[in-house]
């Protein structure tokens, strides 16, 4: 089993639709989560950073954690088609960051 | 404030050459790090320099690859002889608390032929 799992996708949606992005991980000792968008031939882009359960937003984007059951997603609402990318997810605990494989995101205008 | 750079951005070179690659990272960051991502997998961790030590090397993949930051600042890798599994893109990172809210370069793009 991966240490952190993201279905790859593609995942199309339609311009102002809400996107639901998740990842499930297996080690508990994962302490901090971060969300990243990379859009096509750049580096990641750190969106959404948090270490607790729970929620936190930032404009359009909500993070959440549910520790309990090893789970986070990235909420994107009223989703643009600049937010066509990948999003990849990515834990760290005391390990460096372990990535997910990232969901391809496109927001059809 | 400039973020991390990575120098090359593209790398074409034949199996048994030498490649190095430069990451100069964002400034006050002590934490460096190293990725990789080959086609299809998920991006993987290399190395993590904290200032000019290696904090971790565990995930370097063997003897071919060096990684260097003499002084703290810049950091260099290098892959000797490069075999045709070293294709991938290279990412380097940065942050001021280890492991946590690292910031990443745009890569450079490895292609050993």
């Known amino acids: 089993q991966k240490e952190v799992e993201q279905d790859p996708g593609p995942l199309s949606v339609p311009e102002g639709a809400i996107v639901s992005l998740n990842c499930t991980y297996s080690n508990s000792a994962f302490q901090y989560f971060m969300w990243y968008r990379q859009y096509s031939r750049k580096g990641p882009e750190l969106l959404m950073y948090t270490y607790s359960s729970g929620n936190k937003e930032d404009g359009r984007f909500t993070a959440q954690v549910d520790k309990s059951s090893k789970y986070i997603s990235l909420f994107i609402r009223d989703s643009q088609p600049s937010d066509s990318a990948t999003y990849l997810c990515a834990m760290v605990g005391n390990t460096p960051l372990v990535f997910g494989k990232g969901t391809r995101l496109s927001v059809i205008a | 404030e400039a973020g991390v750079t990575q120098f090359p951005s593209h790398s074409v070179i034949e199996k048994g050459q030498t490649v190095t690659l430069r990451c100069d990272p964002i400034s006050g960051h002590d934490n460096l790090y190293w990725y990789r991502r080959v086609m299809g997998k998920e991006i993987k961790f290399l190395l993590h320099?904290?200032?000019?030590?290696?904090?971790?090397e565990s995930g370097m993949p063997n003897n071919r690859f060096l990684a260097e930051r003499t002084g703290g600042t810049y950091s260099t890798l290098k892959v000797q002889p490069a075999e045709l599994e070293d294709s991938g893109v290279y990412f380097c990172?940065?942050?001021?608390?280890?492991?946590?809210?690292?910031?990443f370069g745009q890569g450079t793009r490895l292609t050993v032929v």
């Open positions: 320099f904290v200032k000019e030590s290696k904090q971790d």
């Open positions: 990172a940065s942050s001021q608390v280890p492991n946590t809210e690292a910031f």
